[in-house]
């Protein structure tokens, strides 16, 4: 496998399918810019907006407020973040994002279309099996503390809000109103040290990157791609 590093736009890297007689093939692997911190900010909005419902330091009458900031910003922007992340190939990013949007369009919806402060079993079933879903990129998300502490209380969020919703219990909606304080001010963080990164092509702020993940920003190029013929896309099946 070589790198072709002569074009600004897209490294050029060359696989040899059958050393001896095969003819080469030829992937273009384009740069994209870190999504995360779109997708994560974008989080941090909706979850701030929900928690200060449920802790009651705004009304319940609100709330369609909130319902038109998380369907008209976060869902839209994490959606982006989505698709990006799996054109950079990171599935985790792209799954995790994918999940994320979904589950804040349904929570949307519901609180535009349900009286103020009301609860909803059927909503709390939602949340409690998009918390599940959640979980498989939390498990994959093993390179970086910061993607995967996101994702993580993401699905706490979901679990403890779809007890409350289907409960009905003030405890448990007080109980995620918390959660979701604290994921917003983690959400905010990752995001502000992946944009960092980005920017200046080095760790500023932790991420905890680990595993394969150490040397991210600092890998050599071939290495970076010697496991490109292996991915989605390349490989023959999925």
Known sequence: MTTDERSPHAAQTTIRTDLLASP??????????????????????????????????????QGRVVAIGV??????????????????????????????????????FAMLTSPPGATSPALGVFLLCSAVAMCVPTVAATGKLAGLLVMGVSA????????????????????????GVVLGLIAAYAGLAFEVEDVRHRTVLPVGRRGAGVDTMTGDPEAELASLVHEAGVRKQL
Do not use: K, Y
């Not at 997708?39 to 330091?57: D, E, I, K, N, R």
């Not at 982006?80 to 994002?97: E, H, K, N, Q, S």
């Open 156 to 179: 706490l969020r979901f679990a403890v809000t779809g007890v409350g919703q289907m409960t009905g219990s003030s405890g448990w909606l007080t109980a995620a109103g918390w959660v």
């Open 71 to 108: 369907l008209a910003l976060t869902v839209p922007l994490q959606l982006v973040a989505c698709v990006l992340g799996f054109l950079a190939r990171d599935p985790v990013a792209g799954t995790g994002m994918g999940i994320l949007a979904g589950t804040w369009a349904g929570v949307g």
């Open 24 to 61: 080469a093939a030829r992937v273009v692997v384009r740069p994209l810019g870190n999504p995360l911190p779109l997708g994560f900010l974008a989080l941090m909005v909706a979850t701030t907006g929900l928690a200060m419902l449920q802790l009651h330091v705004v009304a319940p009458e």
